[in-house]
């Protein structure tokens, strides 16, 4: 399957991106079953640790072409990707310091896993809590949110996801108020990479993760695009592979 096989669906919400550099991936699903990580999805994961474990270590990451573009972006941001690290070289760096894996839902675990691959933040939220248009923007003074895993996320200067409410995501630490729980049925899904990446490797990280949406999550009413500060398109892949995403340095 690639992306031109996914049933044009009309999209639920319009994104808009104001910061400088970059470009997302969006995914949207209508339905969508939360549950435990299933055996099959669990050994794809584990596969996937055991082969980065052999072709990278903690200190040749950051030359990896993907992990090098978005610690640059970071930093047009004013923003130190040593100190507030992007989501996907945390979960990256946790692999090849052989700690576990997380392990939350088949969703979360979904996004984990293409963001270790891609090395691309991927942000997963509950649709039914997100409401009107979403802008990609750098927080406001004083903007802050109950995060996971930690009491208050100060926003600040930081990139992030917001609604009519305010911020709800950001690809370092995302928000309690949209976060995938068992109770969630409809998916908002963003893949928020560097404006240089080609739009045909973003297109194959699109792929595989609507490929596994459908696979291990039930996915239905599917809808995916890629938008930009200057473009809103719906990019058509190559064949799914993990090699059109192969490490280059």
């Known amino acids: ?99 576990p894996f997380p392990r939350i839902s088949n969703i979360v675990d979904i996004a984990n896993l293409g963001a270790i691959e891609t090395g691309f933040p991927h942000g997963c939220y509950d649709g039914a809590r997100i409401s009107g248009p979403v802008e990609i923007r750098q927080g406001d003074i004083g903007e802050e949110y109950d995060g996971i895993g930690r009491q208050t996320f100060r926003l600040e200067g930081r990139p992030v996801f917001s609604d009519i409410h305010g911020p709800f995501g950001c690809p370092v630490s995302d928000s309690t108020r949209t976060m995938v729980t068992p109770s969630t049925k409809e998916l908002l899904a963003i893949i928020l990479a560097p404006e240089s990446i080609s739009d045909l490797m973003l297109g194959t990280a699109l792929s595989l993760f609507v490929r596994r949406l459908e696979c291990w999550c039930g996915a239905t009413g599917l809808s995916t695009r890629v938008v930009g500060r200057r473009l809103s398109i719906c990019p058509v892949s190559p064949e799914i592979s993990c090699q059109n995403l192969s490490m280059r340095t």
């Open 1 to 99: 399957m690639t992306i031109s096989d996914v049933r044009p669906e009309r999209a639920l919400y319009d994104i808009q991106i104001e910061l400088r550099g970059a470009k997302a991936g969006v995914v949207e699903a209508r339905k969508v079953q939360v549950m435990s990580c299933e055996i099959g999805l669990s050994e794809e994961i584990s596969a996937t640790c055991d082969r980065f474990l052999k072709m990278v270590s903690i200190d040749s990451l950051p030359h990896w072409e993907q992990i090098h573009a978005v610690r640059k972006m970071f930093r047009e941001w004013r923003n130190d990707p040593s100190k507030y690290r992007p989501s996907s070289e945390a979960l990256l760096r946790r692999v090849l310091k052989r700690q």
